[in-house]
T-cell receptor, first 112, second 114 residues
Framework: LAKTTQPISMDSYEGQEVNITCSHNNIATNDYITWYQQFPSQGPRFIIQGYKTKVTNEVASLFIPADRKSSTLSLPRVSLSDTAVYYCLVGRYTGTASKLTFGTGTRLQVTL | DAMVIQNPRYQVTQFGKPVTLSCSQTLNHNVMYWYQQKSSQAPKLLFHYYDKDFNNEADTPDNFQSRRPNTSFCFLDIRSPGLGDAAMYLC?????????????FGPGTRLTVT
């Protein structure tokens, strides 16, 4: 299984761009990288998913270098409501077996 | 709105007393997962179903069992809860197999063992 590590916590001011990295040195060829957001007492919520290069949606961007051993979630202009824990999930679902490993999670605190 | 529902949201059980947590989905997804999440930790996959096929993670204790009577419902049974089983239990679903498969999570059931 891919072992993933993330910074334990990050602080940001409202309106700034936040970049959260995830290290996954032994990512497998077929693994995807997915980021989730989790608020207290709620289930994680999907943010973005990618395989390589750059992916962008309406809420975030995901940067994956060519070697795919790390990934960076970029949140543009964060607000107080972005205070949450962010997890990267590396793996793939293969129909009869799961190889899904959540990262350690990064607690993002956004302040005024 | 299509969603993943977990009942109850909070469950208190006694040490050694069997408990069942339930999950239902209106998304008609093939795959249903059960995760355990302890305080300040990442979710840990216990097992999952692909349709009716059950897939257990290697390190999931025998104390944890699951049933999926139909596409919509999935249950987590803890046969003899210990104090260490107190956690948030998350149910999730995904639509597609293969490499992708965004997971949709329910709100979780917080289990307390007394």
């Amino acid at each position: 299984l891919a072992k993933t590590t993330q910074p334990i916590s990050m602080d940001s001011y409202e309106g700034q761009e936040v970049n959260i990295t995830c290290s996954h040195n032994n990512i497998a060829t077929n693994d995807y990288i997915t980021w989730y957001q989790q608020f207290p007492s709620q289930g994680p919520r999907f943010i973005i998913q990618g395989y390589k290069t750059k992916v962008t949606n309406e809420v975030a961007s995901l940067f994956i270098p060519a070697d795919r051993k790390s990934s960076t979630l970029s949140l543009p202009r964060v607000s107080l409501s972005d205070t949450a824990v962010y997890y990267c999930l590396v793996g793939r679902y293969t129909g009869t077996a799961s190889k899904l490993t959540f990262g350690t999670g990064t607690r993002l605190q956004v302040t005024l | 709105d299509a969603m993943v529902i977990q009942n109850p949201r909070y469950q208190v059980t006694q040490f050694g007393k069997p408990v069942t947590l339930s999950c239902s989905q209106t998304l008609n997804h093939n795959v249903m997962y059960w995760y355990q999440q302890k305080s300040s930790q990442a979710p840990k996959l216990l097992f999952h179903y692909y349709d009716k096929d059950f897939n257990n993670e290697a390190d999931t204790p025998d104390n944890f069992q699951s049933r999926r009577p139909n596409t919509s419902f999935c249950f987590l049974d803890i046969r003899s809860p210990g104090l260490g089983d107190a956690a948030m239990y998350l149910c999730a679903t995904s639509r597609v197999t293969g490499d992708r498969g965004e997971q949709y999570f329910g709100p979780g059931t917080r289990l307390t063992v007394t």
